[in-house]
């Protein structure tokens, strides 16, 4: 547990940061920020500082922006007539770069997650068996 602890803790590597962006799901509508995953992993060698440079600040200081962690909600027509609102799904745009902290704190948590939660607490892992 006490492994778990310093490797939360530790500092966010460049190849970490990658990796949890190279991670993030291809073909999602990106936040107010306008970046979707494709635009900057193709243009890596541009942005892949400003983007390790916006990680590393979020980890000093333990907070986002308000520009960074606001989510723009909007509705998409499904099915039906477009002037039901019933046929409306709503959906949650989040910034890119919100995408990437959540995902390298995700994979840090993950390896500790067996150890936190049980079956009869409600909680599930993947690949922990029950």
């Avoid at 907070?63 to 960074?68: D, G, M, T």
Wanted: net charge negative; with cysteine; hydrophobic share 45%.
């Amino acid at each position: 547990m006490e492994g778990d602890a310093e490797q939360l803790c530790s500092a966010w590597t460049e190849r970490e940061v990658r990796k949890a962006f190279l991670e993030l799901a291809c073909g999602k509508s990106p936040g107010q920020d306008g970046l979707p995953k494709e635009l900057v992993e193709a243009h890596w060698d541009l942005l892949g500082k400003p983007v390790m440079e916006a990680a590393r600040s979020f980890e000093v200081i333990a907070e986002l922006s308000a520009a960074v962690k606001t989510a723009a909600t909007v509705l998409l027509h499904k099915k039906g007539p477009i002037d039901w609102l019933q046929n409306y799904h709503p959906i949650s745009l989040l910034n890119t770069l919100y995408k990437v902290v959540a995902k390298v704190m995700a994979n840090r948590a993950a390896p500790a997650q067996g150890e936190i939660g049980n079956q009869q607490e409600g909680y599930w892992a993947a690949g922990v068996p029950w």
